[in-house]
């Protein structure tokens, strides 16, 4: 099938579960989470084709871990979706409205987003995930997911592609994309009056990729080149803390800190103390002049450095004289996701929320916090790092319009 | 200065007026006002020179009206940046917020989207429209208007810069595009990382063009192909009013209806009546067979017919067989802008305003009402047609953003 029947299949069926009641899209949902648990055995086999590939291509060890479901990562994902089922619908909410002076009544109502495809590497999770916080939302998902999974994101797709018939929904509210060449992403990227919305879930080149192809709205997720910024009035035992969760918790995601930026004033003190509970990791450091003139033993920064997102044990490091050098290099080099002060000040507190333009803004907590999960949201779709739309954790609202209802009796301008 | 220059001018400007209060905001667009009056000689002058070039290049009187400034116009802009002062400031309202169990507070804040470009054709009146909005809602205007304008915006932009400084901004909070080749607005388009939000204003032609190219975030607005649908129990006397206003008001605008579906069962009644109302206003109709067999005397409707966005005394009609094929056809031929039905049924009411897409259905109203000021907002940036971030009339909030603060304690994941 070609990406523009494709496309429109997926618009078609947006039409239909779009003004599906929630009972019935929390029937399918727990529809899908059952037969994904019933078919684990198919799921598990054609995933293990995919791993047997992987190996024979080549693919390192972490790409292979992301790559793997297990039984119990299954299970983990068929929770997920059961815990979809009790979040409140976001659709039909009437956010607000009002009876004009001529007797027009305006009403402002949630409404599904449509079509919403979703371009990602080879993680089989992300094509539940996705689908499913889509169905739940009354979209249509048009999902293309990394070739290295396509074995297992069609055993997943086949799954849940029943359970919606069985529900009484169109099959097509979830499709994959089965090609998984460069130009199936790029077609699905100009799906102009198809795709109401696209999504990239992936790394730093996927996403630029598309930003800067797509012509049907997207959403920038989830680069993150996060700071923690000591502030000379610091407990310098939270800021070890703080710099050590928010480095080594888990390297690989896109809330780990990156850079330290540390205070003149308390560098001779600070920059040891935090090194030793970083060297327990292993982390590798990179520094400005200053911070090698006390940290004598690491690596020099380069300006490249202080704007990479390594995801992995690395970090760089950077005196700056106080607040301000602070925010202006973290607006500099920061890419808008997550950024914290360690501090006992209000002032500097209240100014680094108020000047830092990112969007989670922490004082005193690890950046490891932005997450749907931890702020509440019962799900997340992705992490926005724009300012259009949705910003920070995307929750199922992000995954929603509204549109204005209009109602009178005969009135003209 | 090159189209990267004026970018990160406008980034760094929008840093400063991002954290000015309320007062400091309203204080410049009250200068702005001023100036722009007393400076009505020079800035009409100006506009002068550009409609002599303008004729002398041959432009028609259309463009020529849209490029005019008199004095009672510009007191008009000068009125509406005054009422702009009135209006609630968007930036800085807390939106919401929580305390999560592990102590953490989050708080969702309303922010500036930061630094805003504007493409749009020879309308002087955006130039300053475009401008105080985004100052009042804290962002860097980059402002890239038609060629035609360039010495009429040149002497605009002067004016609010120098009200800018006066105020204590800086000038760079609004700054001209001066160069208005095809090459600038390209440039434009991609200056990811600077811009936060690109906003085509104009044509069909405009805006296809900035949502083909850019790379930054855009909304798309104002391409209206409008529908009035006169449903089998509609009250013909108000059909025919409907019809006629949505019509006839002013075809130049988006929110004009460019095609009419009708009833079978009442189409040999109706259509002559509407035929009636319109023909006072010279409307050419082109219709379907079915319209033809009972207007005998009109044009062929082509396919092509009912996606034309007319903006002129023309209109296609359509015989339709009832609700679903009337929703069916504005769901695939129209550009979800504003849509109506004229019916006394309300289970018809209720059924095309849940299944129409379109940004504002309306029942029983002219199309003519989706307008920021009809809507109660106060100020309109322009009318946005895409689901992403902002559907319909546009305030000043769709030039916002959010951040999320949250304040701990040491928390770690």
Not at 218 to 246: F, P, Q, S, W
Not at 250 to 262: F, Q
Not at 274 to 284: G, M, P, R, Y
């Amino acid at each position: 099938m070609n990406m523009q029947e494709l496309g429109q299949r997926a618009k078609n069926a947006s039409r239909v579960i779009g003004k599906a009641d929630s009972a019935q899209k929390d029937r399918c949902l727990i529809a899908i989470a059952d037969a994904l648990w019933s078919e684990r055995a198919d799921i598990l086999a054609a995933n293990q084709e995919d791993i047997a590939a992987g190996r024979e291509n080549g693919l390192n060890e972490g790409l292979i871990d992301r790559l793997t479901l297990t039984e119990s990562r299954l299970m983990g994902i068929c929770d997920a979706v059961r815990k979809l089922v009790q979040l409140a619908d976001p659709i039909g909410v009437i956010e607000g409205g009002t009876i004009r002076p001529n007797g027009l009544r305006i009403e402002k109502v949630r409404v599904p987003m449509g079509a919403v495809g979703i371009i990602y590497e080879s993680r089989p999770n992300v094509t539940v995930d996705g689908a499913t916080l889509c169905l739940k939302s009354g979209n249509a998902a048009l999902l293309r997911g990394g070739k290295e999974a396509i074995r297992s994101n069609t055993a997943l797709v086949a799954v849940m592609r029943n359970a919606l018939e069985q529900s009484g929904l169109p099959a097509d509210c979830v499709q994959l994309v089965e090609d998984t060449s460069r130009e199936s992403a790029a077609q699905m990227m100009k799906l102009n009056g198809l795709l109401d919305l696209l999504i990239p879930r992936g790394g730093a080149g996927l996403i630029r990729s598309v930003v800067e192809n797509a012509t049907v709205p997207v959403i920038e997720t989830g680069v993150g080149n996060c700071h923690v910024y000591v502030e000379k009035t610091a407990d310098l035992d939270m800021a070890v803390r703080i710099v050590d969760n928010a480095k080594t918790n888990r390297v690989s995601v896109c809330n780990a800190a990156e850079s330290l930026l540390v205070d003149e004033a308390i560098a001779s003190v600070a920059l040891p103390k935090i090194k030793n509970a970083l060297d327990v990791h292993h982390v590798i450091l990179y520094g400005c002049p200053k911070t090698r003139s006390i940290l004598t033993d690491i690596q020099p920064a380069s300006e490249d450095d202080y704007g990479r997102e390594y995801l992995d044990y690395k970090m760089s490091v950077k005196v700056v004289s106080g607040l301000d050098e602070a925010i202006d290099h973290i607006n500099r080099f920061g890419t808008g996701h997550s950024e914290v002060i360690v501090t006992s000040s209000l002032n500097a507190a209240r100014r680094f929320q108020r000047d830092v333009d990112a969007a989670a803004v922490y004082v005193n907590a690890s950046s490891r916090f932005t997450d749907g999960g931890e702020f509440g949201f019962g799900a997340e779709i992705g992490i926005s790092t724009q300012k259009l739309h949705a910003r920070g954790p995307m929750g199922l609202e992000a995954l929603t319009s509204y549109k204005y209802q209009i109602t009178g009796d005969g009135q003209i301008r």
